[in-house]
């Protein structure tokens, strides 16, 4: 029996891993295989699982906690799209707060069920316009949720400067240097998911066998705890409706900037925020990933429409109460000025509780 290949693409809050995954599922699907998508948050209602599925892929979720606490809820995911779909390579795109997962997912997969699932080696990928900012300590981020981003980037196989084509090539030679000598010898890819820049070398990094998956972290969960605590998270489901149809980008390029502009004085660290739009017939998905970069379509709909279900993920350094406050304002206040009717299915706000990983291994033997 053939072994199912898991692909687990790691890295912080908005460094890229939906595009990625979307670029890598379309590339092993012109290649004649079945492909998998496995999403994972700690509240339901993800973007990236709606925007995925609109676009046509396979994808299942694991909700209301991240993988390593959901262990079981993970396979049970894994081998629905295996035995029913079919799946020959499943993409697994963790929470972007989470940590620690060679320990708690990937050698878990590989002790356990090593007969079933063959482990690609592990990449995180790593914002560009976050890097030296966050490695030298300048990024509103505090210590201790930098300190989740340094370990994501510790026990990572291959580290991936993603969003290379948002950077000056000066200070793109500078980030390298910089992970060479916090990260000595663990390779440095450097690609745009976007455009597909350096894509290739990726996807061939991803095809090796050897030794990979066996970083185990010295790891204080105490500090992780808190580190992923200190974002405010937040995930909201609103269905709109007008007497008239309104343009769905243009929509959501106004609510995603009116809450980047409500956060900007507060001098908060936006991780990232993203807000799709579904009518029904057509999709659009609009990013902010960091405080100080203007927002974008990364799925543009081109379309307009008299209704639509919107949903919104935020996820900044910054109390959840303030963010439920400032997101419903402007939901709010953007319709009114469109002339369009929200209705709030959902609004959940919260900080993401301490991990309690369902197995962790503490050597790769």
Same mark, same amino acid.
């Given at each position: 029996m053939n072994r199912v290949q898991i692909v687990m693409i790691g890295g912080f809050l908005g460094a890229g891993k939906s595009t990625t995954i979307r670029r890598l599922?379309?590339?092993?699907?012109?290649?004649?295989?079945?492909?998998?998508?496995?999403?994972?948050?700690?509240?339901?209602?993800?973007?990236?699982?709606?925007?995925?599925?609109?676009?046509?892929?396979?994808?299942?979720? #694991?909700? /209301?906690?991240?993988?390593?606490?959901?262990?079981?809820? %993970?396979i049970a995911k894994v081998s629905l799209l295996d035995d029913i779909h079919g799946a020959d390579i499943i993409l697994v795109e963790p929470v972007g707060s989470c940590t620690d997962l060679v320990s708690t997912v990937i050698l878990p997969l590989r002790k356990l069920y090593g007969d079933r699932f063959d482990i690609a080696p592990y990449p995180v990928l790593f914002k560009a316009t976050h890097g030296l900012r966050i490695l030298d300590a300048n990024s509103r981020f505090s210590p201790k949720a930098s300190y989740v981003f340094r370990k994501q980037l510790e026990e990572a196989d291959l580290i991936v400067i993603n969003r290379i084509d948002e950077i000056a090539a000066a200070e793109l030679a500078q980030l390298?240097?910089?992970? &060479?000598?916090?990260?000595?010898?663990?390779?440095?890819?450097?690609?745009?998911?976007?455009?597909?820049?350096?894509?290739?070398?990726?996807?061939?990094?991803?095809?090796?066998?050897?030794?990979?998956g066996r970083k185990i972290l010295d790891i204080d969960y105490d500090v992780y705890a808190e580190g992923e605590a200190e974002l405010g998270w937040l995930n909201a489901t609103i269905c709109i409706n007008a007497s008239e149809k309104f343009?769905?980008?243009? %929509?959501?390029?106004?609510?995603?900037?009116?809450?980047?502009?409500?956060?900007?004085?507060?001098?908060?660290?936006?991780?990232?925020?993203?807000?799709?739009?579904? &009518?029904?017939?057509?999709?659009?998905?609009a990013n902010v990933v960091a405080t100080d970069l203007k927002p974008e379509l990364s799925v543009r709909s081109q379309c307009k429409s008299a209704t639509a279900q919107v949903v919104i993920n935020a996820r900044v350094a910054v109390?959840?109460?303030?963010?439920?406050?400032? #997101?419903? &304002?402007?939901?709010? /206040?953007?319709?009114?000025?469109?002339?369009?009717?929200?209705?709030?299915?959902? #609004?959940?706000?919260?900080?993401?509780?301490?991990?309690?990983?369902?197995?962790?291994?503490?050597?790769?033997d």
């Amino acid at each position: 029996m053939n072994r199912v290949q898991i692909v687990m693409i790691g890295g912080f809050l908005g460094a890229g891993k939906s595009t990625t995954i979307r670029r890598l599922a379309r590339g092993y699907l012109d290649q004649g295989k079945r492909v998998g998508v496995l999403t994972n948050d700690q509240a339901p209602d993800l973007v990236d699982t709606l925007s995925l599925r609109a676009q046509g892929f396979l994808v299942e979720e #694991v909700a /209301s906690a991240c993988f390593c606490c959901k262990f079981n809820d %993970l396979i049970a995911k894994v081998s629905l799209l295996d035995d029913i779909h079919g799946a020959d390579i499943i993409l697994v795109e963790p929470v972007g707060s989470c940590t620690d997962l060679v320990s708690t997912v990937i050698l878990p997969l590989r002790k356990l069920y090593g007969d079933r699932f063959d482990i690609a080696p592990y990449p995180v990928l790593f914002k560009a316009t976050h890097g030296l900012r966050i490695l030298d300590a300048n990024s509103r981020f505090s210590p201790k949720a930098s300190y989740v981003f340094r370990k994501q980037l510790e026990e990572a196989d291959l580290i991936v400067i993603n969003r290379i084509d948002e950077i000056a090539a000066a200070e793109l030679a500078q980030l390298v240097s910089a992970l &060479d000598q916090h990260f000595p010898g663990t390779p440095v890819l450097q690609m745009s998911a976007m455009t597909g820049q350096g894509f290739g070398a990726f996807t061939a990094a991803l095809a090796q066998r050897g030794g990979f998956g066996r970083k185990i972290l010295d790891i204080d969960y105490d500090v992780y705890a808190e580190g992923e605590a200190e974002l405010g998270w937040l995930n909201a489901t609103i269905c709109i409706n007008a007497s008239e149809k309104f343009d769905l980008d243009t %929509l959501l390029l106004q609510i995603i900037g009116r809450i980047r502009d409500d956060l900007i004085p507060l001098e908060v660290e936006i991780a990232h925020l993203k807000v799709t739009a579904v &009518d029904g017939t057509s999709i659009g998905v609009a990013n902010v990933v960091a405080t100080d970069l203007k927002p974008e379509l990364s799925v543009r709909s081109q379309c307009k429409s008299a209704t639509a279900q919107v949903v919104i993920n935020a996820r900044v350094a910054v109390d959840p109460e303030t963010l439920r406050r400032i #997101v419903c &304002d402007r939901v709010i /206040s953007v319709c009114q000025w469109a002339t369009i009717s929200p209705r709030f299915i959902s #609004v959940q706000n919260f900080r993401p509780g301490r991990p309690i990983p369902t197995h962790r291994y503490s050597a790769a033997d």
